[in-house]
């Protein structure tokens, strides 16, 4: 679970009003993320392009492998015979 500092807490009517200061904040990177509150709840994170951008590159990086894997699992049943044709599937379900 992500943490965040208290300064990193930000009341949405307080972040609409100041808006200006708190992209400032994620730009000049005095500040890695902010969250905006709304009922004292956690609504929105911000955080700059850039980190989104790396954000985006690792979730896709551990999709491809988490894919890749599956891939080679699915594979290696095959080798190991524990697979059956689709018309034996087929036929299983006409029974």
Known sequence: ??????????????????????????????????????????????????????MMQALKEKKAKEFELSLSSALEDVKQGKTYPIEKLWDSLDD
């Open 1 to 54: 679970m992500v943490t965040f500092s208290a300064q990193e807490l930000i009341p949405s009517s307080k972040f609409a009003k100041n808006f200006g200061t708190y992209l400032a904040q994620i730009r000049e990177q005095s500040v890695k993320k902010l969250a905006v509150l709304k009922n004292n709840k956690i609504e929105a994170v911000i955080v700059s392009k850039d980190e989104y951008e790396l």
